[in-house]
């Protein structure tokens, strides 16, 4: 989904959508804020429904087994590691130092291969004019699953509203944006445990 259509969908939630318009909508405040919300929302949201990536490190024998990624700014946390080319069969145990600094569990030089859930792609919330803010709204692509998709627009309507005091439209959204959240499947974000061993029990 691109931003236009999450505006559309937000917008006609909040009877704000105006097709003909340029920005979708008439309110100068609404346009100017709803990209930053819509950010905030996505890095909400992004919990529930984790984004995998991965990406290969060379690691060299002088390296004491630390790893530093300052520089991979988008790891939100990382899964697992495995050695390269032998990744089939190798897993290595690794550490977090802390959100920065990795340790792994062995003496190896080589190439790694880091598993990682992953920060989604911001979109842009300043711009020079209204040229550069449609294209924003046409080039960006979310990343995050498609039912966090679906349950976006209310969290944006939520903040949009939040002042406002006419009407109770900020708490309906804020009581929507929960219950779906809670109603979410859990399988995409429960883990898995694998009983080996024991010994098989006969009844007769």
Do not use: H
Request: aromatic fraction near 10%; charged fraction near 30%; glycine fraction near 4%.
């Amino acid at each position: 989904m691109k931003l236009k259509e999450m505006k559309e969908k937000t917008f006609a939630l909040i009877e704000e959508l105006y097709p003909e318009l340029n920005n979708l909508a008439e309110d100068e405040d609404v346009i100017n804020k709803i990209n930053g919300v819509v950010n905030s929302i996505q890095m909400d949201l992004m919990k529930f429904r984790k984004i995998t990536a991965n990406t290969e490190i060379n690691v060299e024998l002088n390296d004491d087994r630390i790893i530093d990624l300052k520089g991979y700014d988008d790891i939100y946390q990382v899964n697992k590691i495995k050695l390269v080319p032998n990744e089939e069969d190798m897993v290595t145990t690794f550490n977090m130092i802390d959100n920065t600094t990795l340790e792994i569990d062995n003496s190896f030089a080589g190439t790694i291969r880091i598993y990682y859930y992953k920060y989604p792609t911001l979109c842009k919330t300043m711009f020079n004019n209204d040229a550069e803010r449609q294209n924003e709204d046409n080039r960006y692509v979310f990343e995050i699953d498609p039912m966090l998709l679906e349950i976006m627009p209310y969290g944006i309507a939520r903040d949009l509203l939040r002042l406002d005091m006419i009407s109770n439209y900020g708490s309906y959204f804020e009581r929507t944006y929960n219950d779906l959240i809670q109603r979410l499947d859990s399988r995409n974000t429960a883990g898995f445990v694998t009983i080996e061993g024991g010994i098989d029990l006969w009844v007769i």
